[in-house]
């Protein structure tokens, strides 16, 4: 007798999910047609045309990147009168952390190895400002920082972010 209870339960209980089921995707159906409907009309740029405008518009955020970065550019910008030296050393650093998070899907439209080269360029530039502080004392001001870092660029014998920026220009010709 338990036997023929429990098989009546469970078949009752089968029959009233069925009943829930069928009934709750009927009610939604509605809702799950428009989701795919809205799912096939989001595409990807299929024309070269606007694929070749993103990688020429990833190319030139990379170009404006490394000229932010540059030394040269970048402590001019920063500069401010009296500024500490470990001030215009966190906000320098900051600066290129933001400015490399800001264009990092870029990458999506460059060649591996420039994008390689210039996230080198990235840490090369942090690590020179870092040691560049290291070297000097605590009370030295903001401008000391400044010309000790553009020393070091000007003891280089091929500046480094304009040949980064012939890299980028090189694929940029690539593409055409």
């Not at 990833?58 to 910008?77: K, Y």
Request: no cysteine.
């Amino acid at each position: 007798m338990d036997l023929s209870k429990f098989l009546v339960n469970s078949a009752s209980l089968a029959a009233g999910g069925t009943v829930i089921i069928v009934l709750t995707y009927y009610m939604v159906r509605n809702d799950i047609m428009n989701f795919l409907s809205s799912r096939k009309s989001v595409s990807i740029p299929e024309d070269k045309g606007s694929l070749l405008a993103l990688r020429l518009q990833a190319h030139e955020r990379m170009i404006i990147f490394v000229d932010r970065i540059n030394p040269s550019n970048l402590l001019l910008r920063l500069h401010q009168q009296g500024i500490e030296v470990e001030v215009l050393q966190l906000m320098a650093v900051n600066e290129i952390k933001t400015e490399f998070q800001h264009n990092i899907t870029q990458q999506l439209y460059l060649e591996a190895a420039t994008w390689k080269v210039i996230r080198q360029l990235k840490d090369d530039t942090i690590a020179m400002i870092n040691n560049a502080v290291k070297n000097l004392t605590a009370d030295a001001s903001g401008i000391e920082l400044s010309k000790k870092v553009l020393h070091h660029m000007g003891e280089i014998e091929e500046n480094p972010y304009e040949l980064t920026i012939g890299l980028i220009k090189q694929d940029i010709h690539k593409l055409f």
